[in-house]
């Protein structure tokens, strides 16, 4: 993810955040004014910004300073300016008690706030750091424009004020929400970094005017739905800007897709994640440490395969090991300077790329625009949003915010960073829920009856889809993980120990996912008239968008001719995962996959594209957008570039 998020809490994090967090993340000099600190490391003054700025007397864009920043999550949830109001109160003869709960924001608390910090991808931080001024000023305003909407989108679907007895009721706060944004420009490796730190206030207002407290469990279970939003709108922004678009590029085999800008090297991806490098490195050594550990009894330890949960534990762990210590920040143009010559020398990524690199993702772009159109179907989209969602959920059972979070992740990849219609994710996922999922929610609470919190499973059988199975390893003893994601396994250097490397892993589902969305989507095409009108696969629009790979099938080999049939020229979707999945016996025996059936998906998915072509040729010798669905298609048009004002796009 690109958001994370983490408690303020009232004294250790937040002495944290005020002697390293507001200074660009470098130590503080002790007794150095706030403003002086930050003019010393090269970073500017933090911004205030949310809409609940009014209710305290602060205005948006107004410098943050330690005061404020001491009263508001230091002081257990005080107002900014409560030494001010304290002392006037004191002044017209006021009780020191009476004085000291005027500058109080409803009751003290221990949690005083929660911290965002916002990302984008690789390739645009790239874009920002080896570019030219103008560049950096339109991805900085992208960004910020990205964050403001991320924000109006929490005050607005996300924060809740629990007051009553337990909590039992909840009300939105009407006026909005305080933060405080603080920008910083690199990682700890040194390496460019464009991140901003979000610490967002729980103290919001009631319609009575009474203070109360954000509910901070809200925040956190919406957070890969803030990510999702985060990045998609960060990436329309720049590349409608700047004429750019985005690709799926691979990061993890058998995780989803990354979308990054379209033409920016991988080697420069590789060239900023030297610290990743060495997380990965710690995390192969922890997984064979893991698999291999014995009790005194010569039993295993723990499981003989390493499940995501604890491959997530152990990713922590090795990234608290491997983290190096911070380093003096400099003043950005010094650092942008600095990153071009590393770049130049260590990357790998010749000169004139560096220097012509926002040209040649434009050149990138401009081919893979002409070749996907912008086009979304929400009924389409709604099968793989439900089916993906339905497959990585433990049980099958999730809430609307999970249907959110991947129908903007969908909408990313369908749209290649174009701008998207306003509400066109919520269209997606009430499309979802109406057709594809069932209410399982139990009525036993008052959070059950809130749509938020409502519980909805799949239409289909688990029987249906891809099941979660344990592994059944089949290592080759002589080979070894690749260097870098997407590198096919290389020989095993003499004198290695046999398995070293080969640390089994239950299978991870997104590639499941992907398959069930496919399936579902093809028995809709066969059995009901659900789906009409211009369809589009999504794998086949994926693989548009990258135009080193074809299109069309791939050749058969002759020596394993009589195992697969040759697949139709008008193929509907990629057969490589389904190839893939046939090699893995696993997997294999997970989807209940034999070679018939194989042959019968696949002729399945000809017949299935032979006839959305003819549909599509239909429709397109009626009359323009008469010949749309209005129920099951919207045909989305890119937007003109632009600032967009007001609240974002239906959030």
């Given at each position: 993810?690109?958001?994370?998020?983490?408690?303020?809490?009232?004294?250790?994090?937040?002495?944290?955040?005020?002697?390293?967090?507001?200074?660009?993340?470098?130590?503080?000099?002790?007794?150095?004014?706030?403003?002086?600190?930050?003019?010393?490391?090269?970073?500017?003054?933090?911004?205030?910004?949310?809409?609940?700025?009014?209710?305290?007397?602060?205005?948006?864009?107004?410098?943050?300073?330690?005061?404020?920043?001491?009263?508001?999550?230091?002081?257990?949830?005080?107002?900014?300016?409560?030494?001010r109001i304290e002392a006037e109160r004191l002044a017209a003869g006021e009780s020191v008690k009476k004085a000291?709960?005027?500058?109080?924001?409803?009751?003290?608390?221990?949690?005083?706030?929660?911290?965002?910090?916002?990302?984008?991808?690789?390739?645009?931080?790239?874009?920002?750091?080896?570019?030219?001024?103008?560049?950096?000023?339109?991805?900085?305003?992208?960004?910020?424009?990205?964050?403001?909407?991320?924000?109006?989108?929490?005050?607005?679907?996300?924060?809740?004020?629990?007051?009553?007895?337990?909590?039992?009721?909840?009300?939105?706060?009407?006026?909005?929400?305080?933060?405080?944004?603080?920008?910083?420009?690199?990682?700890?490796?040194?390496?460019?970094?464009?991140?901003?730190?979000?610490?967002?206030?729980?103290?919001?207002?009631?319609?009575?005017?009474?203070?109360?407290?954000?509910?901070?469990?809200?925040?956190?279970?919406?957070?890969?739905?803030?990510?999702?939003?985060?990045?998609?709108?960060?990436?329309?922004?720049?590349?409608?800007?700047?004429?750019?678009?985005?690709?799926?590029?691979?990061?993890?085999?058998?995780?989803?897709?990354?979308?990054?800008?379209?033409?920016?090297?991988?080697?420069?991806?590789?060239?900023?994640?030297?610290?990743?490098?060495?997380?990965?490195?710690?995390?192969?050594?922890?997984?064979?440490?893991?698999?291999?550990?014995?009790?005194?009894?010569?039993?295993?330890?723990?499981?003989?395969?390493?499940?995501?949960?604890?491959?997530?534990?152990?990713?922590?762990?090795?990234?608290?090991?491997?983290?190096?210590?911070?380093?003096?920040?400099?003043?950005?143009?010094?650092?942008?300077?600095?990153?071009?010559?590393?770049?130049?020398?260590?990357?790998?990524?010749?000169?004139?790329?560096?220097?012509?690199?926002?040209?040649?993702?434009?050149?990138?772009?401009?081919?893979?625009?002409?070749?996907?159109?912008?086009?979304?179907?929400?009924?389409?989209?709604?099968?793989?949003?439900?089916?993906?969602?339905?497959?990585?959920?433990?049980?099958?059972?999730?809430?609307?915010?999970?249907?959110?979070?991947?129908?903007?992740?969908?909408?990313?990849?369908?749209?290649?960073?174009?701008?998207?219609?306003?509400?066109?994710?919520?269209?997606?996922?009430?499309?979802?829920?109406?057709?594809?999922?069932?209410?399982?929610?139990?009525?036993?609470?008052?959070?059950?009856?809130?749509?938020?919190?409502?519980?909805?499973?799949?239409?289909?059988?688990?029987?249906?889809?891809?099941?979660?199975?344990?592994?059944?390893?089949?290592?080759?003893?002589?080979?070894?993980?690749?260097?870098?994601?997407?590198?096919?396994?290389?020989?095993?250097?003499?004198?290695?120990?046999?398995?070293?490397?080969?640390?089994?892993?239950?299978?991870?589902?997104?590639?499941?996912?992907?398959?069930?969305?496919?399936?579902?989507?093809?028995?809709?095409?066969?059995?009901?008239?659900?789906?009409?009108?211009?369809?589009?696969?999504?794998?086949?629009?994926?693989?548009?968008?990258?135009?080193?790979?074809?299109?069309?099938?791939?050749?058969?080999?002759?020596?394993?001719?009589?195992?697969?049939?040759?697949?139709?020229?008008?193929?509907?979707?990629?057969?490589?995962?389904?190839?893939?999945?046939?090699?893995?016996?696993?997997?294999?025996?997970?989807?209940?996959?034999?070679?018939?059936?194989?042959?019968?998906?696949?002729?399945?998915?000809?017949?299935?594209?032979?006839?959305?072509?003819?549909?599509?040729?239909?429709?397109?010798?009626?009359?323009?957008?008469?010949?749309?669905?209005p129920d099951d298609q919207q045909a989305h048009r890119p937007q003109e570039p632009g600032p967009h004002r007001?609240?974002?796009?239906?959030?």
């Open positions: 993810m690109t958001v994370e998020i983490e408690v303020i809490r009232y004294g250790q994090m937040y002495r944290y955040y005020l002697r390293e967090t507001v200074v660009g993340d470098s130590p503080r000099p002790p007794r150095t004014p706030l403003r002086t600190a930050q003019e010393q490391a090269g970073v500017p003054a933090g911004r205030w910004m949310g809409r609940g700025l009014a209710a305290l007397g602060l205005a948006p864009g107004e410098e943050v300073t330690e005061a404020q920043l001491r009263n508001l999550f230091g002081e257990r949830g005080r107002h900014p300016y409560a030494d000291f709960k005027a500058g109080a924001l409803g009751r003290q608390v221990m949690v005083t706030g929660v911290g965002y910090v916002f990302r984008p991808q690789p390739t645009i931080y790239l874009l920002w750091a080896l570019g030219d001024e103008e560049t950096r000023l339109v991805i900085e305003a992208a960004h910020e424009r990205a964050i403001e909407r991320v924000l109006e989108w929490i005050e607005d679907e996300v924060a809740v004020i629990r007051y009553g007895k337990d909590g039992i009721y909840r009300v939105r706060p009407p006026g909005g929400l305080v933060a405080a944004r603080f920008r910083h420009y690199q990682a700890r490796s040194g390496r460019p970094l464009l991140h901003d730190h979000l610490l967002l206030s729980v103290k919001g207002q009631r319609l009575d005017g009474k203070w109360g407290s954000i509910h901070t469990t809200a925040l956190y279970e919406n957070t890969v739905a803030a990510s999702a939003l985060y990045n998609e709108l960060v990436a329309a922004e720049v590349c409608e800007a700047l004429g750019l678009a985005t690709e799926p590029r691979i990061v993890t085999p058998g995780r989803r897709p990354v979308m990054e800008i379209a033409g920016v090297p991988h080697e420069l991806i590789r060239w900023t994640s030297r610290r990743s490098d060495q997380i990965a490195a710690c995390l192969a050594e922890l997984e064979h440490e893991y698999v291999t550990a014995v009790d005194d009894d010569g039993e295993p330890r723990f499981l003989p395969v390493v499940s995501e949960r604890a491959r997530a534990k152990m990713n922590q762990i090795a990234a608290r090991k491997t983290r190096p210590p911070k380093q003096k920040t400099l003043p950005l143009a010094q650092l942008r300077e600095r990153w071009k010559a590393s770049a130049i020398l260590t990357s790998g990524v010749a000169a004139d790329v560096i220097n012509s690199l926002l040209e040649h993702a434009r050149a990138v772009a401009a081919a893979i625009r002409a070749r996907v159109a912008a086009v979304v179907d929400i009924a389409l989209a709604a099968v793989d949003v439900a089916a993906t969602v339905f497959v990585m959920n433990d049980g099958g059972r999730f809430h609307r915010r999970h249907l959110l979070a991947e129908a903007r992740r969908h909408l990313a990849l369908v749209l290649r960073g174009r701008r998207r219609d306003p509400g066109l994710d919520d269209q997606v996922v009430a499309a979802a829920i109406a057709t594809h999922c069932l209410d399982i929610t139990e009525l036993k609470t008052v959070r059950g009856l809130e749509a938020g919190y409502r519980l909805y499973t799949a239409r289909w059988a688990l029987s249906d889809l891809p099941a979660r199975r344990p592994p059944t390893p089949a290592s080759d003893p002589d080979r070894q993980p690749p260097a870098d994601p997407g590198e096919p396994a290389v020989l095993r250097p003499p004198g290695q120990d046999t398995g070293e490397w080969e640390i089994p892993r239950i299978p991870l589902q997104y590639e499941r996912a992907v398959l069930a969305g496919a399936v579902v989507r093809e028995e809709l095409r066969t059995t009901t008239t659900v789906v009409r009108g211009r369809a589009y696969d999504v794998v086949t629009h994926q693989q548009a968008a990258m135009p080193e790979q074809p299109l069309g099938p791939e050749p058969v080999d002759p020596e394993h001719d009589d195992q697969e049939r040759e697949a139709g020229p008008r193929e509907a979707i990629d057969m490589t995962a389904l190839r893939a999945l046939r090699k893995s016996r696993t997997d294999v025996e997970a989807l209940d996959l034999t070679a018939d059936r194989l042959h019968h998906l696949q002729d399945a998915f000809t017949k299935a594209a032979d006839n959305s072509r003819a549909r599509s040729d239909r429709h397109a010798a009626q009359a323009g957008a008469d010949a749309v669905h007001g609240r974002e796009a239906g959030h």
